[in-house]
């Protein structure tokens, strides 16, 4: 069983900056890749940033420039800088781990950690 737990959230006013952690444990064999999405009131969950175990970031057009993915420990622990917040960035957040769970391809999610823009 993996278990993916985020943590960070919460209320920042606008161009403020918040810092998201990932955790990831359990039976893992290997981790391909961590993301991060979003889901913002009333809308889908979105793509924000991954990163792959060779180092490759990618991010969605609406944060490139704000937002920084990173990770310590080979993946296992994953993080999300958030700089110079918008209201439109209000949403939950989700850690999502493309990884090998006792030898199965599994993609993983966390329960989520609520960020809110607001003055």
């Known amino acids: 069983q993996v278990q993916l737990v985020e943590s960070g959230g919460g209320l920042v006013q606008p161009g403020g900056s918040l810092r998201l952690s990932c955790a990831i444990s359990g039976s893992i064999f290997s981790i391909y890749a961590m993301g991060w999405y979003r889901r913002a009131p009333g809308k889908q969950r979105d793509f924000v940033a991954a990163?792959?175990?060779?180092?490759?970031?990618t991010y969605a057009d609406s944060v490139k420039g704000r937002f920084t993915i990173s990770s310590d420990n080979g993946l296992n622990t994953v993080y999300l800088q958030m700089n110079n917040l918008k209201p439109e960035d209000t949403a939950v957040y989700f850690c999502?781990?493309?990884?090998?769970?006792?030898?199965?391809?599994?993609?993983?999610w966390g329960q989520g950690t609520q960020v809110t823009v607001s003055s």
């Open positions: 990163i792959t175990s060779r180092g490759t970031t």
């Open positions: 999502n781990g493309d990884l090998n769970s006792a030898g199965y391809r599994t993609d993983a």
